[in-house]
Structure formats: structure tokens, C-alpha cells
């Protein structure tokens, strides 16, 4: 797959927590469940990025794109 003509991913956010071994043993937790084309990611989140947020995509999770229908006149 060309990844210039991929869509972009929407990620969904799993939980927010305040220590990065926090978020560590939910990512793993997450990856031994769905070992497969489960991407995970822990970013840090909020006000002075103190907390750190766990993120995962799945190819399941891609939204088919809407067509718009004209109306004939």
C-alpha cells in the first residue's frame, strides 16, 4: 500500500493516567489481547503535561467515507 494515498488514522483514546508505568501496563495489557494490527501509543496529555494518554487504531476502526448523491433537476 502506497502510504502517500493512505488515509489518515483516527485514534481512539483508552484512558488517562497520571504515571507513565500506568499507561505502559494498559499498552501491554491492550497488546496481549489484540495481538494482531493493533497499533497502541502513549503520548503525554493535559495542562503541563503531567499525564500521559493511551491511544490505539485498528484497520476495523476506519469510517467509510460518505458520497454525496445530486439530486437531478
Same mark, same amino acid.
Do not use: A
Given at each position: 500500500m502506497d502510504p502517500n494515498k493512505e488515509k489518515n488514522k483516527s485514534w481512539k483514546r483508552v484512558g488517562i493516567f497520571n504515571t507513565y508505568e500506568g499507561a505502559l501496563s494498559k499498552k501491554e495489557e491492550l497488546l496481549c489481547e489484540f495481538p494482531e494490527h493493533l497499533l497502541v *501509543? @502513549? *503520548?503525554?496529555? &493535559? !495542562? &503541563?503535561? /503531567?499525564?500521559? !494518554?493511551? *491511544?490505539?487504531? /485498528?484497520?476495523?476502526? @476506519? *469510517?467509510?467515507t460518505k458520497t454525496k448523491k445530486r439530486k437531478k433537476k
Open positions: *501509543k @502513549i *503520548k503525554r496529555y &493535559g !495542562q &503541563g503535561r /503531567h499525564k500521559f !494518554q493511551v *491511544k490505539c487504531w /485498528h484497520p476495523d476502526y @476506519i *469510517k467509510p
